[in-house]
């Protein structure tokens, strides 16, 4: 029979799976918006944010009695603690996610932009990342690690050449500058969702082998291997 401490910890994990879902489900509605296609109704963003929110709390909840209670120590401590992090990194996901819906909404001619530069294969690519974050929680897979990583320099580059390429066609084309503006917005709020991802992913590598490593040497290590 499974003891309490084994049960707290199993439901620690149930709840980041569940809340980790909930977010990739938000970045596929912040995707299907920027990209003009069909989206949930705003009340359904709206219920998924507040699961969030408090999928979120229940989770900080779960941490402080356990570590109230039980006093774990070794793999146990590394999860609970990592746990914390990679709960509040899911929640901003969200209300990064969230963001993109209410500005994708309201950027007018954006689509000529998105075709031209190419936005819709670096939006598919967060949606991959935030997929294969959930996939590393679950697995603790370091090949999926290293994925993360690779694939947020990728994102990071792609979104700077994207920015860069959107301000040029602003200064030759007054008629693209507020939509301009709007996607650049999105863009940088596409990027950090990224980031977010590596970041839990960086906490996954903590738990497996109680070591913090920057994404970048990883991603390096991984490119050379």
Known sequence: MASHFEIELEKLKNIIEKIGVLAENQVGEAVKALLSEPVSEGKEVKKTENKIDKLDVKIDEICQSIFALQQPVASDLRFIMSAMQISNEIERIGDLAVSIIKKAKNIKDKHDLIVKFSIADLARQVEIVTLKTNECFLTRSENCIGEIFILNNTI?????????????????????????????????????????????????????NAKIIKHEKFGDKKLDS
């Open 156 to 208: 990071k580059n792609d979104c700077e050449d994207a920015i860069h390429n959107i301000i040029n066609e602003m200064k030759i084309n007054s008629k693209a500058v507020v939509s301009g503006t709007n996607l650049i917005i999105v863009l940088k709020h596409l990027e950090r969702i990224s980031e977010h991802c590596t970041n839990i992913a960086e906490y996954v590598y903590f738990m497996i």
